[in-house]
Each structure stands twice: as C-alpha cells, then as structure tokens.
C-alpha cells in the first residue's frame, strides 16, 4: 500500500474511533475507551508473549474483583482474564510446538503440581457443591498453569526475574499511595487500616502478606554491589522505603512475624545450619510446649492487650487469645476447619466450599463479635487447614510436598552454583516465599491472583534457575577455551 495511503488510513480509523467514542461516552458507556488496550495486548500475544506474562505482573496489584460492581462472578481483571487467555496459548503450544522444551515437565516441582491437581479434581467430584468446586478448580488453572509453567519458559532468560519482581512492585506502588492517603484522611486509625486499600486488595492481610513477600526480595537488589548505575540504586531505595512503610501502616502482624521467619531462614542459610538441628529444635520446642501446655495457656490469657495503635502493643496483641477478637475469630475458625476434617478424612468437603459449610461447625463458645453464618468474612484464615477440610489429608499433603520440593531445590541451587548472580536471585525469591510460607499459618491467599501470581511466579523463576541457570556460563566458556 502507498505509505500517504497507510497514514490516510489510519488517522481515518483514528479518527472514526475518536468520534464514536466521545459520543458513547456522552451518553455514559464507557467500555470502548478499553479498545486500544486490547489491541495492544492482541498485538503482544501475537509477536511477545514474554511481555504479556511480565505485564501480568504490572497489574495485578491494580486488578479489581468485578464483585466489588455487583457482578455474580468474581474476576479480578484485567489480571484474570488475561491469565485464562495465557492458559489457552500455553495449551495450543503444548499440542502444536513441536520445538516445546519439554524439561519443564519432568522437573521433580512439577511432578507434586500434577499430584496437587489431580488430587483436587477428584474432590471436585466428592464434593458437598461440585458446581462450586468445579468453578474452584477452574480458576487454579488459570492461576497455576501459565504463572508456574509458562513462567519457567519466560525465566529461560534471566532479566526476566528481576523484570518480574519489579513489574509487580511498580504496579504496587500505585496502590500503596492510594492506601496511605485514604488512611491519612481517615487519621490512620486502626478501623481504617483494615479496609483502606479496598478495592485493589480485600483487606489489610492480603495487602501486608504481599508487601512482606516483595520486601526481601527488594532489599536484596538494595543491597547489589555490581554494575548498578546511581540512580537504579537511588530508585531502589526509594522502592525499598515505600514498601516498609506500607507495611508498618498494614497493620498485619502476621506480615511482620513473617519477615522475621524470613530472616531467621536468611540466617540458617547463610550460616548452614543442618536441617536435622532445626528438626531437633522444633521436635524439642513442640515436646516443651505439650509438657508445660496449661502454664503456657494460663500466661497467654493473661495477655489483655488487644490491636492498637502503639506499634509495640499491636505486637504484643499476637499473643493474646482471650479478649482480641482477631486472634480469638481465626481460633474460631481454625477449630472450624479441624471438625470439617474429622468428618470428612479423605476427600474433605470439596475446594472452594470451607466459607459455605463451616457455620454449623462453630460452637457458642469459640465464637466472637465477629463471627459470622453467611461466610463472608474470610475463610480458615490459615492456607494449611483450609485445604485440609477440602481436600482431606492427601490435598494437605499434595501442598506440603510442592513447598518441601520448592525449599529443597532453592537451598541446593543456592549451595551449587557458582555463579554470583542466579545465587542471589534463588535465595531472595525463596525468602519472598518463605514470608508466604510463614504466612499461610494465619491466613489464606491462593485463591486469588494478588498472591497466586508472585508465589507461583517465584517458583517457577526457582525452577528455570535450577534447569538453565546453575551452572556458571563464564567459568564454562572459559573451560571450553583452555580445552
């Protein structure tokens, strides 16, 4: 085509669009203002499908549940739309790439994700709510297949990792201005902690679980020193600055115990501390507790300090399992979960239903001024026993081995490769896990794309770095030449 013809054309095209546009919107119909975003993203699923996972990342945190507009589904976009059209390529290429690096499969990781998965269909079907279970199961895949296996392709090229980590901060950002300043209008009360980053994250738990989960990693690239210009390493900072104070405002005690499993793991790492002394530790630490238990529990109803403004006493209020509230609901529902799963061993009550069928489980006295029957407050408040009252104890199980295999693998990368670069990003992007890891004792996140998509990215990046990134490229080289 002539080139005045292309450039005619197209400010024709843009034209028409401007017109129809500004009078739809006129009229109050604003959804085609979306039309050049989805555009793009076509363009980027054609041409770079490695921009399209990165941009996940960027949006995520900005993502919004269409539930908050009073839809009856609950999708959290434009993240989840976008990561169900990911599914679908990843599975066309699956079937049609013959040139398809199929090592991503074999991968040990990859085996216990089978294992979780199938596990998890065959509860869809026992389940008290199969059509429940069934939407459950189908929005893990969306959340699991392309963030975990498309990821490890995209990991394939190792700027992707710290490309990755940054996206989801950078869209962050936005979000935690927009928190603190609906707090500082609210006087940073507590009240206002709990709901102030609505609508982008549910509350204030989820909100400080993924600060938790992006600030060692943030701190790790705070602290390079190789080849970082001046104002990276400025900028980095700056990152580092705000997430630490969002996280202090979050209120979530929870996220901030979970930094510090972060860095006593930090510590046995780098110190090498044998897994059996921890094991020991822990057996030793577990018999003490049985042993003293009444004293123990007589010492922790003691403690009346409830949530509270003055940071040292909103601390102390963790251990307060008499008059707060909080502590005293997640008991509420963790004894909750617990009678689920006597009831129901095996094949529990089907994924997705805890929220739906754990109300006649309550009974008078665990509950709170909180508690609710409608399930609309939460669910088992603890990843680890929401998924054993749904899936019984194979689907704690399926769970449990997936994170043994991802601290396994990250610890042995972290002790064999010798290349500085991959064995600082292994051991940041396990130690951004390890704050989940800790976490889920307290609350559940997966469920959703705000912790879905870093936890399951973070691993994948473990995987791509333990298959391509082991070994040292430069030493190799090196050898090759002298041979």
């Known amino acids: 085509m002539n080139p005045k013809k292309k450039i005619f054309l197209t400010a024709g095209i843009s034209l028409l669009y401007i017109t129809i546009n500004t009078l739809l919107i006129a009229n109050e119909f604003y959804w085609l203002n979306l039309l050049p975003v989805i555009l793009l993203l076509g363009v980027a699923f054609i041409y770079s499908l490695d921009i399209v996972y990165i941009l996940v990342a960027l949006l995520t945190p900005l993502s919004i549940d269409t539930s908050n507009f009073g839809w009856s589904l609950g999708l959290s976009v434009p993240a989840e739309p976008i990561l169900a059209a990911l599914l679908i390529i990843f599975l066309l290429k699956l079937f049609y790439d013959t040139n398809f690096d199929r090592s991503i499969f074999t991968h040990p990781i990859s085996y216990a994700i089978y294992f979780y998965f199938v596990w998890m269909l065959i509860t869809v079907f026992t389940s008290s709510d199969i059509i429940v279970s069934l939407k ?105 600055v705000i997430l630490l104070v969002a996280i202090f405002f979050s209120i979530s005690r929870a996220a901030w115990a979970s930094l510090v499993g972060a860095f006593i793991v930090y510590l046995m790492i780098k110190f090498r501390i044998r ?8 057996v030793t630490v577990l018999v003490l507790f049985f042993s003293f238990q009444e004293q123990i529990l007589m010492k922790l109803e003691r403690n009346k300090q409830d949530s509270s403004k003055d940071f040292i006493k909103h601390v102390q209020s963790m251990s307060n399992i008499t008059t707060d509230a909080s502590n005293l609901e997640r008991i509420n529902r963790w004894k909750s979960a617990i009678r689920l799963f006597e009831d129901r061993p095996i094949f529990g009550w089907g994924p997705g239903t805890y929220q739906f069928v754990y109300a006649p489980y309550q009974k008078v006295e665990d509950k709170t001024v909180i508690s609710t029957n409608v399930g609309n407050k939460g669910t088992a408040h603890s990843e680890y026993l929401l998924i054993l009252s749904e899936e019984g104890i194979l689907g704690l199980i399926s769970l449990l081995t997936i994170l043994i295999l991802v601290a396994s693998t990250a610890i042995n990368t972290y002790y064999q490769t010798d290349n500085a670069k991959t064995k600082q990003y292994v051991l940041l992007l396990f130690l951004g896990l390890i704050t989940y890891i800790a976490h889920a004792f307290l609350n559940n996140f997966l469920d959703t794309d705000k912790a879905a998509v870093p936890f399951w990215g973070f691993i994948a990046a473990i995987v791509a770095i333990d298959l391509y990134h082991k070994e040292n490229k430069e030493i190799e080289s090196q050898k090759n030449n002298v041979s």
């Open 136 to 240: 459950w199961f189908v929005a893990k895949l969306w959340l699991i297949i392309p963030t975990y296996f498309f990821g490890i392709i995209v990991f394939k090229e190792i700027k992707n990792i710290p490309r990755f980590v940054w996206a989801y901060t950078l869209g962050f950002i936005p979000v935690i201005f927009f928190t603190l300043s609906v707090h500082a209008a609210n006087g940073f009360s507590d009240h206002a902690a709990h709901w102030a980053m609505s609508p982008f994250y549910n509350d204030h738990t989820s909100y400080g679980a993924m600060l938790a989960m992006m600030i060692p990693v943030i701190f790790g690239f705070s602290m390079e020193k190789q080849t970082q210009s001046k104002n990276i390493k400025i900028f980095t900072f700056i990152a580092l």
């Open 275 to 282: 897994i059996a002394w921890v094991l020991t530790l822990a």
